[in-house]
């Protein structure tokens, strides 16, 4: 039985941060500098940027659960 740390296996805690790394890393140094000012991320403010960063994160998070399958 695999242990678990708040309800979420060691594997899936690995999964997670490798997604929300590389979703960052895509999102800061291929996209960011071709956006238009208003979709940028602005610091701490919930923004259309922050919006954008999510979604490659979670598309990102989805590759890697799909190649798992596979």
């Known amino acids: 039985m695999e242990r678990k740390f708040l309800g979420v296996t060691f594997r899936r805690w690995i999964e997670y941060t490798v997604a929300i ?3 960052n890393a ?17 610091g701490f403010l919930l923004d259309w940027g922050s919006l954008i960063d999510f979604v490659i994160c979670l598309a990102v998070y989805g590759l890697i659960r799909l190649g798992g399958k596979l």
Request: charged share 5%; glycine share 4%.
């Open 26 to 42: 895509i999102y800061y140094f291929s996209l960011v500098p071709h956006l238009p000012q208003a979709l940028r991320h602005q």
């Open 21 to 23: 790394l590389l979703g």
